[in-house]
């Protein structure tokens, strides 16, 4: 029996990703195309699930850039 997909997309350049931790083998990965919103919406996450939540950054074609969320987050703020 062959084992389906858990990712049914592909990322976009440019764009802002972090998963929500949503019980056992399911994580729900959500984008934002502005980075303000991303920092905003990341932080709400932050404040119900701080245990289930993962920064992943900003999708360059082949790996992720500014993937650590505390200098993104004092770079927003400034």
Same mark, same amino acid.
């Given at each position: 029996?062959?084992?389906?997909?858990?990712?049914?997309?592909?990322? %976009?350049? %440019?764009?802002?990703?972090?998963?929500?931790?949503? %019980?056992?083998?399911?994580?729900?990965?959500?984008?934002?195309?502005?980075?303000?919103?991303?920092?905003?919406?990341?932080?709400?996450?932050?404040?119900?699930?701080?245990?289930?939540?993962?920064?992943?950054?900003?999708?360059? %074609?082949?790996?992720?850039?500014?993937?650590?969320?505390?200098?993104?987050?004092?770079?927003?703020?400034?």
């Amino acid at each position: 029996m062959a084992r389906p997909r858990t990712k049914k997309f592909e990322y %976009g350049k %440019g764009i802002y990703y972090f998963n929500i931790k949503k %019980g056992y083998n399911n994580n729900i990965t959500i984008k934002r195309t502005d980075k303000k919103k991303a920092v905003d919406a990341y932080k709400q996450y932050l404040k119900n699930q701080p245990e289930n939540c993962e920064w992943l950054g900003k999708w360059e %074609g082949k790996k992720f850039s500014e993937d650590n969320f505390d200098k993104v987050e004092a770079e927003v703020a400034s």
